[in-house]
């Protein structure tokens, strides 16, 4: 397949947001994926958080690994820069891009395959690391663009399209994330669009690696009677335990909830995230309480749902760098090399 | 052969003791009477007990290249006693602590035995096990400073230098050195004939190793990331790095740095990371060896494709696999010149010594950003962890980086339409643009097929187009890679062409070779790919070897991959087993490679009894056939 340039039509009646875009303005190339694959619903909420966020395409950086769910930063902003990396390494490069310029918004895109197994290592440091972007893991439980292997998150006892079923354990993106020390963990559903648009904005805004594992059903080799990651499984055995919203510094908190069901976080940028319909016993900012809620409702045959922990105050990898705060691009030479003279001073030492 | 001004010491201690800063302060205090010298320091891998050595090769002359013949050892590990005092020369010294018998089936009648019981005098002036172990070093030092007439001034102003604000280290250092020192003048006939005297020929000089070196390098060409997964001998050159650093970038203002560098999880993430920084606009480099490089590559291939900046520190170590981890080699010209899978070609720059390193570390950033591809540094653990004495690192002030072909905001605002991989000027290096910077710059780096506007193809014709222009790209680039060092004398019908650090071998090995009569021409190749003189210098002589350092011959290979020259009109020299090359090295293997041996070149110009005879006699010895 080669590449199919989208038409660009644009209709006097879409609606533009702060930065003067409409929604057609963060569209991308024409999707190559299989009609009704889950990973082109993503690519529309990411579509979507952004224009609602104003972000200007310029100022945003997309990276993604191998896979059919790593092709679709091209189907969206085609105006930012992007970068495909190697299967599973996408994280290495946010972590290099990011250190070296903060300024750019960094979204990545990532499936199970390219996460979970060839990329686990790196997943596991770019979260001890914190680094500032939001991560997508498009979860299906396949390798989609290599025909339908099981990958590590295929549930024990789910079936593949060839009849084999597996017997291996799968590893829980969320659960990974929150032993791991993640600052930011949300599970949502690419069937979802008005639970996932909310979670993709607190995800770019929040300071620091915000883990959003997206159950996302791949149609070609994993949407049968007996695959976990089918779109019929998933709606009915989704739970959408915590319900988070998510407003911009200037929109201030709307009225319209319930004191006592909502909890607020404000994220260093000043804006906030609510959770509703929070159960009890559910704390988004207590790790231990999370990871055994989940791990209970799970035992229950569940999948909660949500924006599941949120630490907004811990240092990113930067901090922890000590980096200076601005771009490492903009330095002008003069401030990075010592000069002659110095270079006379330093010699002395070995002489 | 030896004597004043000329000699070699060999030190044989445990690993862990603390020998190498009395080690440290030898090399030092002989660079300071003005005496070149050079350390190989043959270390194990280990942190704590195994054997180690150390060479010291003093040479008025200024040979810095290994020499493994020596007039003295120092015979500090009675593990390896027997070893150490079969390699003195016969007519040479042994030093040892006479604190306990020496076995009498050690000795040999035709070296000198010094005993000195270290560690019993240092059980009497101090107190603690770890002090006197670490003094007893000390105390050796001040042997050696009686017997090679080593001032005390200069080792005890040294001494003043290292423990000056801690009064009693340096007190207790003070009367360690004075121990051994008075001990030997009183028992021994001080100095012996192989000694030092003062010279003028470290003027100007430094004494410095090849890692830190490049890490200054890198401060100087303004790299702002460095990101790294620890390995020996690469190690010491982002610890150099950082060091430099914390002197040198932080914001006066803030306190914080300018610089990143990050300890990865591997060296997949390492130089991801450093492709990650790259694409950004920052300058971006990792340091590493063979194991190091064999884990890059797949992403190497993804710069090299995606036309991505990365500067590459690869300091060898023998291989294959683990290899011998704290020994030399040149073993990865092959890896590194096509690494990573499908049709690849990389610059590859080749530093001779620390001065070297300095130098080729700018010129790798400057290389990389302006060919928009990877860029190695190929040093070596010789190199890299050993001191060298080399002229002073200068820097010329009006110095600015080259950045390449980079399109700013107004550039791209001006432009219709851009297109990553179009090349407007011919050249074969299409301009880049940053992420953040214009909207019109925007392009999906990728590493699977793209066509020349920087789509993604699986069209044959699409795909070779790109492909065709890398070539040109990398071929060409030879233009801008530092030339060939060339020493070429009337008459020379045999060529020595090497590359890093071999060259101080090669020079001794010639130097020798002119005195006995047979002029020898040499060529050391700074950069791949080769120009054109690399070739031409192979034509014009009738017998070419290739001095190197690995098994497979693989600059030999490279030479004649590259340049088309006859492979079987090159005959490979060298050692691989780990330690620095020796000019007499170069003289066995072209005794026995060259003249007579398996790569016998006869057909070629010069006789074999024309270059036998002067080989031979540089070797000290007879030429077969020869009365
Ligand atoms: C080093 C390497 N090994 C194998 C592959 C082949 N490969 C391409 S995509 C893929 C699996 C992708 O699975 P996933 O990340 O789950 O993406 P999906 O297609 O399911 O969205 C594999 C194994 C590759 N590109 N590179
Ligand atoms: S193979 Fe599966 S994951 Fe890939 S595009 Fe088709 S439906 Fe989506
Ligand atoms: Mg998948």
């Known amino acids: ?351 | 052969m030896s004597g004043l001004n000329d000699f070699t010491v060999k030190i044989a201690t445990v690993n862990g003791t603390g020998s190498a800063s009395a080690n440290g302060l030898l090399m030092k205090a002989i660079f300071r009477m003005g005496v070149p010298v050079s350390g190989k320091n043959l270390f194990p891998s280990n942190i704590q007990g195994l054997p180690t050595w150390y060479e010291i090769r003093v040479s008025g002359a200024g040979h810095t290249a290994r020499r493994a013949e020596f007039d003295l050892v120092v015979a500090m590990n009675p593990a390896t006693y027997a070893r150490d005092v079969a390699e003195v020369r016969s007519g040479g010294w042994v030093l040892h602590d006479s604190s306990w018998p020496l076995s009498p089936d050690l000795r040999r009648d035709d070296v000198t035995f010094l005993g000195v019981p270290l560690a019993r005098l240092c059980n009497e002036h101090f107190e603690g096990a770890r002090v006197r172990i670490l003094l007893k070093n000390i105390a050796y030092s001040g042997v050696l400073a009686a017997l090679l007439q080593l001032e005390m001034d200069v080792v005890e102003g040294l001494l003043e230098e290292t423990y000056g604000r801690k009064k009693a280290l340096l007190d207790s250092n003070f009367e360690a050195v004075r121990l051994g020192y008075d001990y030997a003048k009183e028992h021994f006939d001080c100095p012996l004939p192989t000694r030092l005297e003062r010279l003028d020929a470290t003027a100007g000089h430094i004494l410095i190793d090849g890692n830190t070196a490049a890490a200054l390098g890198c401060v100087y060409a303004g790299a702002t990331v460095a990101a790294w997964y620890p390995i020996t001998p690469s190690t010491s050159l982002v610890d150099a790095f950082q060091a430099f650093c914390t002197k040198l970038r932080k914001d006066p203002g803030s306190g914080r740095n300018r610089v990143a560098v990050i300890q990865a999880e591997d060296e997949l993430a390492a130089v991801g990371m450093v492709v990650g920084a790259s694409w950004v606009g920052g300058r971006a480099f990792t340091a590493t060896s063979g194991p190091g490089i064999s884990l890059m590559s797949e992403f190497i291939g993804l710069a090299y494709y995606a036309e991505i900046p990365a500067v590459i520190f690869d300091v060898q170590r023998t291989g294959p696999s683990t290899g011998m981890p704290t020994r030399t080699q040149q073993g990865d010209l092959m890896t590194a010149a096509y690494a990573s899978h499908g049709d690849t070609k990389h610059i590859l720059l080749f530093p001779a010594d620390p001065g070297e390193c300095f130098a080729m570390a700018v010129q790798a950033f400057d290389l990389s950003e302006h060919y928009q591809t990877p860029v190695f540094v190929l040093s070596d653990l010789d190199i890299g962890m050993n001191d060298w004495v080399v002229p002073a690192l200068g820097w010329d002030d009006a110095y600015r980086p080259d950045r390449g072909k980079v399109l700013d905001a107004e550039a791209l605002e001006r432009m219709e339409r851009y297109h990553r991989y179009l090349d407007v000027d011919g050249d074969g290096i299409p301009p880049r643009t940053l992420p953040g910077v214009h909207p019109k710059g925007a392009y999906f780096a990728r590493g699977s097929g793209h066509d020349r506007y920087g789509r993604y193809t699986e069209d044959a014709d699409a795909y070779t187009d790109v492909m065709e222009r890398l070539a040109r790209k990398i071929d060409g680039s030879w233009e801008r890679l530092p030339e060939p060092e060339v020493l070429m004398m009337p008459g020379a019908e045999v060529g020595l062409v090497t590359l890093g650090g071999c060259r101080a071998a090669v020079l001794e090995a010639r130097e020798r070779l002119v005195e006995k009569g047979l002029p020898v021409n040499v060529l050391r190749v700074r950069g791949f790919p080769f120009g054109p003189q690399v070739g031409e210098f192979m034509e014009a002589h009738g017998r070419t070897f290739v001095v190197e350092q690995n098994r497979d011959h693989q600059l030999l290979s490279l030479l004649a991959l590259e340049t088309g020259f006859p492979r079987e009109r090159l005959v490979s020299v060298g050692s691989y087993g780990g330690m620095p090359l020796s000019a007499r090295d170069v003289l066995e293997g072209m005794a026995s490679g060259g003249v007579g041996g398996e790569g016998d070149v006869s057909s070629q110009a010069a006789s074999e009894r024309e270059l036998r005879a002067p080989i031979a006699a540089a070797l000290g010895r007879r030429a077969r056939g020869e009365p």
């Open chain 1, 1 to 351: 397949m080669t590449h199919i340039p989208k038409p660009r039509i644009r209709h006097p009646s879409l609606r533009i947001n702060a930065v003067g875009l409409t929604r057609r303005d963060y569209e991308g190339s024409m999707s190559t994926l299989c009609a009704g694959c889950g990973h082109d619903s993503i690519t529309a909420a990411i579509i979507e958080a952004a224009w609602e966020l104003d972000l200007e395409p310029r100022t945003v950086a997309k990276l993604s690994g191998i896979g059919c769910s790593s092709k679709t930063p091209t189907y969206f902003l085609g105006t930012a820069h992007g970068f495909n990396a190697v299967h599973g390494r996408m994280p290495s490069i946010g972590t290099g891009a990011q250190a070296t310029n903060p300024d750019l918004t960094y979204i990545g895109v990532s499936g199970d395959g390219d996460s979970l197994a060839i990329g686990l290592g790196q997943l596991c440091h770019v979260i001890r690391r914190n680094v500032d972007m939001v991560y997508i893991l498009e979860n299906n439980g396949v390798y989609g663009l290599t025909k339908g292997q099981f990958s590590a998150s295929a549930d024990v006892g789910s079936r593949a399209k060839r009849g084999q079923v597996n017997r291996q354990q799968p590893i829980d993106p969320a659960l990974l994330a929150l032993t791991l020390g993640a600052t930011f963990v949300a599970r949502s559903f690419s069937g979802d669009k008005a639970q996932l648009v909310p979670i993709l904005k607190a995800g770019i805004r929040h300071r620091g690696f915000a883990l959003v594992d997206v159950i996302s059903p791949c149609v070609a080799f994993n949407d049968h009677e007996g695959s976990t990651k089918s779109y019929r499984y998933t709606r009915e055995n989704l739970e959408e335990a915590v319900d988070a919203d998510f407003t911009l510094p200037t929109a201030g908190i709307t009225a319209s909830y319930e004191p006592g069901s909502v909890r607020a976080v404000t994220l260093p940028d000043g804006s906030v995230v609510h959770f509703r319909k929070v159960p009890d016993e559910f704390d988004p900012g207590n790790r231990d309480r999370v990871y055994a809620y989940l791990r209970e409702r799970q035992g229950a045959g569940e999948i909660p749902t949500g924006l599941l922990y949120l630490d907004p105050d811990a240092p990113d990898h930067r901090d922890t760098l000590e980096t200076v705060s601005t771009s490492l691009v903009d330095l002008p030479f003069e401030e990075l090399c010592p000069g002659r003279e110095a270079l006379e001073r330093l010699l002395t030492d070995f002489r």
